[in-house]
């Protein structure tokens, strides 16, 4: 199931980060946006949904946004013990999802040139690179799916 955040999930969120992101932090030399992210201010702001199992345990999160003609994803994560499940792209359907209910033609996220794995995940969803550059520090790879009605 998944479900808008509430307050009460903000220690989950911020743990599945830490958990998901620590393994790129040697490699990008610091922690990944997503790490210190404001969790509490984008809970309030209504942008995390998280993922729960069928006995309400926390299992992963994603944030999104309307931008313009688009919606703008800006971070996944789920639970390392849960990864392989289908529970990363469940969330990424349901952003898929809103944007279409919502009328928008898009999804656009960008990755860290570093999280090789995502580079190989996001194509395989439908996910077209579309633009690479360097902001804050980090070398990020961008993608865009264009969404059939």
Request: proline fraction near 4%; charged fraction near 25%.
């Amino acid at each position: 199931m998944i479900r808008l955040a509430k307050a009460t999930d903000e220690a989950d969120i911020r743990g599945c980060a830490i958990q998901a992101y620590a393994k790129y932090v040697p490699s990008i030399g610091r922690k990944p946006a997503p790490m210190v992210a404001d969790f509490a201010a984008q809970i309030a702001a209504g942008l995390i949904f998280v993922a729960v199992d069928e006995w309400g345990a926390f299992q992963g999160f994603i944030v999104f946004h309307i931008q313009h003609d688009h919606v703008l994803l800006e971070n996944v994560a789920v639970l390392p013990s849960v990864a392989g499940r289908g529970v990363g792209k469940s969330l990424i359907n349901f952003c898929e999802n809103t944007a279409r209910e919502r009328g928008l033609k898009a999804v656009h996220l960008y990755t860290n040139e570093k999280m090789t794995e995502n580079l190989s995940i996001y194509p395989k969803l439908g996910y077209v690179e579309v633009d690479r550059r360097t902001e804050e520090g980090f070398s990020r790879v961008y993608f865009e799916k264009r969404l059939a009605p």
